[in-house]
Protein backbone atom coordinates (compact mmCIF):
# COMPACT_ATOMS: atom_id res chain seq x y z
CA UNK A 1 0.00 0.00 0.00
CA UNK A 2 2.64 2.19 0.56
CA UNK A 3 4.71 1.83 -1.87
CA UNK A 4 3.72 4.10 -4.54
CA UNK A 5 3.81 7.48 -2.46
CA UNK A 6 7.59 6.49 -1.41
CA UNK A 7 10.31 8.06 -3.04
CA UNK A 8 12.11 6.30 -6.08
CA UNK A 9 15.24 3.96 -5.40
CA UNK A 10 18.31 4.87 -7.14
CA UNK A 11 19.63 8.41 -8.76
CA UNK A 12 23.00 9.94 -7.22
CA UNK A 13 24.99 8.17 -4.27
CA UNK A 14 24.95 4.68 -5.65
CA UNK A 15 22.75 1.97 -5.29
CA UNK A 16 19.46 2.12 -2.65
CA UNK A 17 18.88 -0.63 -0.89
CA UNK A 18 15.00 -1.90 -1.38
CA UNK A 19 12.23 0.53 0.53
CA UNK A 20 11.00 -2.73 1.98
CA UNK A 21 13.69 -4.26 3.91
CA UNK A 22 13.79 -0.07 5.15
CA UNK A 23 10.57 -0.20 6.28
CA UNK A 24 10.98 -3.81 7.53
CA UNK A 25 13.52 -2.45 9.88
CA UNK A 26 11.62 1.20 10.73
CA UNK A 27 8.31 -0.66 11.92
CA UNK A 28 10.86 -3.27 13.88
CA UNK A 29 12.13 -0.42 15.74
CA UNK A 30 8.64 1.63 16.52
CA UNK A 31 7.22 -1.38 17.91
CA UNK A 32 10.21 -2.61 19.98
CA UNK A 33 11.11 0.81 21.10
CA UNK A 34 15.16 -0.51 20.84
CA UNK A 35 17.69 2.19 19.84
CA UNK A 36 18.61 2.55 16.16
CA UNK A 37 21.97 1.10 16.92
CA UNK A 38 20.53 -2.26 18.02
CA UNK A 39 18.72 -3.00 15.21
CA UNK A 40 19.35 -6.43 13.74
CA UNK A 41 21.73 -7.31 10.63
CA UNK A 42 18.89 -8.46 8.13
CA UNK A 43 17.65 -4.95 8.30
CA UNK A 44 20.91 -3.81 6.90
CA UNK A 45 22.93 -0.91 8.22
CA UNK A 46 20.93 0.80 11.30
CA UNK A 47 22.34 4.34 9.53
CA UNK A 48 20.83 3.54 6.23
CA UNK A 49 17.42 2.70 8.19
CA UNK A 50 17.54 5.70 10.57
CA UNK A 51 18.36 8.45 7.75
CA UNK A 52 15.55 7.35 5.36
CA UNK A 53 13.29 7.05 7.97
CA UNK A 54 14.58 10.81 9.21
CA UNK A 55 14.10 12.10 5.61
CA UNK A 56 10.59 10.85 5.19
CA UNK A 57 9.59 12.36 8.36
CA UNK A 58 11.66 15.61 7.23
CA UNK A 59 10.02 15.58 3.56
CA UNK A 60 6.05 14.88 4.19
CA UNK A 61 6.40 11.01 3.25
CA UNK A 62 5.45 9.33 6.16
CA UNK A 63 2.29 12.63 6.42
CA UNK A 64 1.11 11.56 2.72
CA UNK A 65 0.78 7.81 3.04
CA UNK A 66 -2.23 8.50 5.74
CA UNK A 67 -4.51 10.61 3.39
CA UNK A 68 -4.04 7.95 0.87
CA UNK A 69 -4.76 5.18 3.25
CA UNK A 70 -8.02 7.23 4.94
CA UNK A 71 -8.83 8.13 0.96
CA UNK A 72 -9.47 3.99 0.83
CA UNK A 73 -10.53 3.22 3.93
CA UNK A 74 -13.37 6.26 3.51
CA UNK A 75 -14.06 4.55 -0.38
CA UNK A 76 -14.69 1.05 1.31
CA UNK A 77 -16.87 2.51 3.77
CA UNK A 78 -14.70 1.35 6.43
CA UNK A 79 -14.23 5.08 8.64
CA UNK A 80 -16.86 5.09 11.33
CA UNK A 81 -17.86 9.02 10.45
CA UNK A 82 -20.67 8.55 12.94
CA UNK A 83 -18.36 9.17 16.48
CA UNK A 84 -15.56 10.68 16.58
CA UNK A 85 -13.43 11.13 19.81
CA UNK A 86 -10.34 13.83 20.91
CA UNK A 87 -8.39 13.16 23.59
CA UNK A 88 -4.61 13.63 25.27
CA UNK A 89 -2.13 11.15 26.54
CA UNK A 90 1.15 12.30 28.49
CA UNK A 91 4.16 9.83 28.12
CA UNK A 92 7.42 9.93 29.26
CA UNK A 93 10.73 11.27 27.43
CA UNK A 94 14.31 10.05 27.74
CA UNK A 95 17.19 11.88 29.16
CA UNK A 96 18.61 11.74 25.73
CA UNK A 97 15.83 13.16 23.94
CA UNK A 98 16.96 16.64 25.58
CA UNK A 99 19.48 18.67 24.86
CA UNK A 100 18.93 19.32 21.09
CA UNK A 101 20.33 21.90 18.59
CA UNK A 102 19.32 25.73 19.09
CA UNK A 103 19.58 26.06 15.07
CA UNK A 104 16.95 24.94 13.43
CA UNK A 105 16.99 21.66 11.38
CA UNK A 106 17.01 21.42 7.13
CA UNK A 107 15.02 19.42 5.36
CA UNK A 108 17.55 17.44 2.91
CA UNK A 109 18.11 18.49 -0.36
CA UNK A 110 15.83 21.96 0.71
CA UNK A 111 16.46 25.02 1.76
CA UNK A 112 13.08 25.19 4.20
CA UNK A 113 13.08 23.26 7.79
CA UNK A 114 11.47 19.88 8.24
CA UNK A 115 7.43 19.63 8.49
CA UNK A 116 6.10 19.70 11.83
CA UNK A 117 9.19 21.28 13.08
CA UNK A 118 8.59 22.88 16.07
CA UNK A 119 11.50 25.30 18.36
CA UNK A 120 10.55 23.34 21.62
CA UNK A 121 11.16 20.60 20.38
CA UNK A 122 7.35 19.21 21.36
CA UNK A 123 9.67 18.43 25.08
CA UNK A 124 8.20 20.01 28.60
CA UNK A 125 9.48 20.21 31.51
CA UNK A 126 6.53 19.90 34.37
CA UNK A 127 6.76 18.66 37.62
CA UNK A 128 7.08 14.71 36.61
CA UNK A 129 10.15 15.50 34.40
CA UNK A 130 10.59 15.24 30.92
CA UNK A 131 7.88 14.83 28.90
CA UNK A 132 5.33 15.15 25.78
CA UNK A 133 1.66 14.76 24.92
CA UNK A 134 0.40 13.29 21.81
CA UNK A 135 -3.25 14.96 21.19
CA UNK A 136 -5.28 12.21 19.06
CA UNK A 137 -8.65 13.08 16.95
CA UNK A 138 -9.73 8.94 16.42
CA UNK A 139 -12.89 7.51 14.74
CA UNK A 140 -15.34 5.37 16.24
CA UNK A 141 -13.03 2.05 15.26
CA UNK A 142 -10.83 3.06 17.57
CA UNK A 143 -8.07 3.96 15.05
CA UNK A 144 -6.61 7.72 14.49
CA UNK A 145 -7.33 10.03 12.25
CA UNK A 146 -5.25 12.91 13.11
CA UNK A 147 -2.11 14.07 15.63
CA UNK A 148 -0.50 16.89 17.26
CA UNK A 149 2.58 16.80 19.56
CA UNK A 150 2.88 19.37 22.13
CA UNK A 151 5.12 19.48 25.69
CA UNK A 152 3.82 17.86 28.30
CA UNK A 153 2.62 21.08 30.23
CA UNK A 154 0.31 22.03 27.66
CA UNK A 155 -3.19 21.97 28.67
CA UNK A 156 -5.64 20.18 26.44
CA UNK A 157 -8.63 22.44 25.56
CA UNK A 158 -7.02 24.52 23.00
CA UNK A 159 -5.69 21.84 21.04
CA UNK A 160 -9.10 20.74 20.18
CA UNK A 161 -9.82 22.80 17.28
CA UNK A 162 -6.76 22.00 15.83
CA UNK A 163 -6.14 18.41 16.08
CA UNK A 164 -10.13 18.33 14.73
CA UNK A 165 -8.95 20.64 11.98
CA UNK A 166 -6.29 18.26 10.79
CA UNK A 167 -8.79 15.25 10.07
CA UNK A 168 -8.54 15.20 6.06
CA UNK A 169 -9.83 12.34 3.97
CA UNK A 170 -9.57 13.10 0.14
CA UNK A 171 -12.08 11.00 -2.22
CA UNK A 172 -10.40 9.60 -5.15
CA UNK A 173 -13.61 9.87 -6.75
CA UNK A 174 -14.17 13.45 -6.83
CA UNK A 175 -14.98 15.57 -4.65
CA UNK A 176 -14.06 17.94 -1.52
CA UNK A 177 -11.96 15.65 1.26
CA UNK A 178 -14.28 14.93 4.26
CA UNK A 179 -13.82 16.71 7.18
CA UNK A 180 -16.09 16.61 9.90
CA UNK A 181 -17.79 13.96 11.50
CA UNK A 182 -21.27 13.95 12.82
CA UNK A 183 -20.65 13.42 16.25
CA UNK A 184 -17.54 14.10 18.58
CA UNK A 185 -17.27 12.53 22.05
CA UNK A 186 -14.50 13.94 24.65
CA UNK A 187 -13.77 14.40 28.57
CA UNK A 188 -14.25 17.42 30.56
CA UNK A 189 -10.77 18.66 29.81
CA UNK A 190 -12.31 19.82 26.12
CA UNK A 191 -15.86 21.66 27.63
CA UNK A 192 -14.80 25.05 27.21
CA UNK A 193 -16.93 27.80 25.64
CA UNK A 194 -14.39 28.08 22.42
CA UNK A 195 -14.54 24.37 21.79
CA UNK A 196 -18.53 23.91 22.09
CA UNK A 197 -18.81 27.38 20.48
CA UNK A 198 -16.72 26.06 17.38
CA UNK A 199 -18.58 22.84 16.98
CA UNK A 200 -21.66 24.36 16.66
CA UNK A 201 -20.86 26.67 13.78
CA UNK A 202 -19.67 23.29 12.00
CA UNK A 203 -22.50 22.07 12.98
CA UNK A 204 -21.19 19.10 14.70
CA UNK A 205 -22.81 17.29 17.51
CA UNK A 206 -20.87 16.73 20.24
CA UNK A 207 -20.85 15.27 24.25
CA UNK A 208 -18.74 16.54 26.52
CA UNK A 209 -19.16 16.65 30.14
CA UNK A 210 -18.84 19.74 31.63
CA UNK A 211 -16.50 20.52 34.61
CA UNK A 212 -18.07 19.85 38.26
CA UNK A 213 -16.75 23.89 39.59
CA UNK A 214 -18.71 25.20 36.10
CA UNK A 215 -21.71 23.96 36.75
CA UNK A 216 -21.54 25.42 40.78
CA UNK A 217 -21.23 27.93 39.16
CA UNK A 218 -23.66 28.31 37.01
CA UNK A 219 -26.58 26.95 40.12
CA UNK A 220 -25.02 29.68 42.08
CA UNK A 221 -25.54 32.50 39.20
CA UNK A 222 -28.74 31.57 38.74
CA UNK A 223 -31.01 32.12 35.37
CA UNK A 224 -28.29 35.05 33.77
CA UNK A 225 -25.99 32.16 33.46
CA UNK A 226 -28.14 30.95 30.90
CA UNK A 227 -29.49 26.57 30.64
CA UNK A 228 -26.78 24.26 31.55
CA UNK A 229 -25.22 21.85 29.07
CA UNK A 230 -26.51 18.83 27.83
CA UNK A 231 -24.88 15.37 28.39
CA UNK A 232 -26.14 12.19 26.80
CA UNK A 233 -24.63 9.78 29.33
CA UNK A 234 -25.57 7.11 27.32
CA UNK A 235 -23.60 8.62 23.68
CA UNK A 236 -20.14 8.56 25.34
CA UNK A 237 -17.82 6.47 24.57
CA UNK A 238 -14.69 5.77 25.46
CA UNK A 239 -13.09 4.91 21.65
CA UNK A 240 -10.12 7.73 22.20
CA UNK A 241 -9.10 6.11 25.25
CA UNK A 242 -8.69 2.57 23.28
CA UNK A 243 -6.99 4.21 20.67
CA UNK A 244 -4.29 5.68 22.48
CA UNK A 245 -3.87 2.03 24.43
CA UNK A 246 -3.32 0.62 21.11
CA UNK A 247 -1.23 3.87 20.72
CA UNK A 248 1.17 2.99 23.32
CA UNK A 249 1.79 -0.80 22.11
CA UNK A 250 3.98 0.60 19.98
CA UNK A 251 7.36 1.12 22.50
CA UNK A 252 9.25 4.17 20.34
CA UNK A 253 5.56 5.86 20.84
CA UNK A 254 5.04 5.04 24.57
CA UNK A 255 9.30 6.37 25.46
CA UNK A 256 10.73 9.08 23.45
CA UNK A 257 13.95 9.05 22.91
CA UNK A 258 14.98 11.06 19.47
CA UNK A 259 15.99 14.86 20.05
CA UNK A 260 13.89 16.24 17.10
CA UNK A 261 10.13 16.44 17.02
CA UNK A 262 9.64 15.98 13.10
CA UNK A 263 11.22 13.20 13.48
CA UNK A 264 8.89 11.28 16.41
CA UNK A 265 6.11 13.00 14.63
CA UNK A 266 7.11 10.73 11.63
CA UNK A 267 7.36 7.66 14.08
CA UNK A 268 3.83 8.10 15.33
CA UNK A 269 2.80 8.70 11.80
CA UNK A 270 4.52 5.07 10.80
CA UNK A 271 2.81 3.57 13.93
CA UNK A 272 -0.78 4.61 13.02
CA UNK A 273 -0.49 3.73 9.40
CA UNK A 274 0.29 0.17 10.93
CA UNK A 275 -2.65 0.50 13.13
CA UNK A 276 -4.70 1.63 9.74
CA UNK A 277 -3.64 -1.39 7.51
CA UNK A 278 -3.48 -4.08 10.38
CA UNK A 279 -6.59 -5.96 9.26
Known sequence: MPEPHLPVPGGRGGWWNGHRTVLKGVLFRIRTGVPWRDLPERYDSWETVYERHRRWSADGTWSRIPQAVHADADLAG????????????????????????????????????????????????????????????????????????????????????EALDRIRAPRPLGGRPRTRPDHVCGDKAYGSRRNRRHLRRRYIRHTIPEPKDRRANRRRRGCVAGRPVGFDRDRYRNEIERTVNRMKNFGAVATRYGKRAYVFHGTITAATIRLWLRQ
Open 78 to 161: RIAWSTAGVGSTSCRAHQHAAGARKAAPRAPKKRTTPRHHRPDEGLGRPRGGLTRKIHLAGEGGCRPMSLLITPGQWGDTPQMV
